[in-house]
Structures are given as structure tokens and as C-alpha cells.
């Protein structure tokens, strides 16, 4: 069955860095666009960042532009999100989902067919 596991989640101080991974099973990652999103306690999910199936394509919230990078080795079935510079609010759960390659409006979660159960992000000093 479609799988998507999330992990590398945890506390950290501001101004720390963490790397999220994302593990595929289940279907042929070649053929998706996978996306990162976010929840904070009290907010409604939001995209934070999205690569194409090809990787020729990254996408990025204003509010993680350089500070967060998102790749995929295709072979390892795994896309990663790297952030840096992390500060407190970026503290959530953090998602990610697939769609299949090509679609429009990565940031919209309804364009997005099946999700991990999210791993946690809590920046704090």
C-alpha cells in the first residue's frame, strides 16, 4: 500500500538546523510531485515547500526562502527537507504528501492524495 513515514523531527534552539526525511513505499516516486507542509497548533495546514517528480522544479513559502531546501533521491525512494536557521515559529507537525507530477497550485493540500502522519518540529530556546 501507499506509504509516506516522516522522521528527523525534534526540538531544537533558534538559529539550529534539522533534516526531515520523507520515505516512499508502496508506488513509483518517479511519478509524483511531493510536498511539505506544516501545522501549527491553532492554524490551518500550510505548504512550505514542493518539489517536482523531475526535481527541475522547487518550491518555497515566503516565510522559508533560504532557509529551507527541499530534494529527492528517487532512487532511495526519499525526499529530504533541510532547515536551517530554524526559529520558533516554525514549530508544528510537519506533512508530507504526494500528487501526481504536474499539477498546478503545489501549495494547495486538496491537490495532494495521500499524506504521512507527521513528525514534530518545536523550536525553542
Known amino acids: 500500500q501507499v506509504q509516506l513515514v516522516e522522521s528527523g523531527g525534534g526540538l531544537v534552539q533558534p538559529g539550529e538546523s534539522l533534516r526531515l526525511s520523507c520515505a516512499t513505499s508502496?508506488?513509483?516516486?518517479?511519478?509524483?510531485?511531493i510536498g511539505w507542509f506544516r501545522q501549527a497548533p491553532g492554524k490551518e495546514r500550510e505548504g512550505v515547500s514542493c518539489?517536482?517528480?523531475?526535481?527541475?522544479?522547487?518550491d518555497y513559502a515566503d516565510s522559508v526562502k533560504g532557509r529551507f531546501t527541499i530534494s529527492r533521491d528517487n532512487a532511495k525512494n526519499t525526499v529530504y527537507l533541510q532547515m536551517n536557521s530554524l526559529k520558533p515559529e516554525d514549530t508544528a507537525v510537519y506533512y508530507c504528501?504526494?500528487?501526481?507530477?504536474?499539477?498546478?497550485?503545489?501549495?494547495?493540500?486538496?491537490?495532494?492524495?495521500?499524506w504521512g502522519q507527521g513528525t514534530q518540529v518545536t523550536v525553542s530556546s
Open positions: 504528501a504526494r500528487r501526481y507530477r504536474g499539477g498546478t497550485g503545489w501549495a494547495l493540500a486538496s491537490s495532494y492524495n495521500a
Open positions: 508502496g508506488f513509483t516516486l518517479d511519478y509524483y510531485d
Open positions: 518539489i517536482s517528480a523531475s526535481s527541475s522544479i522547487k
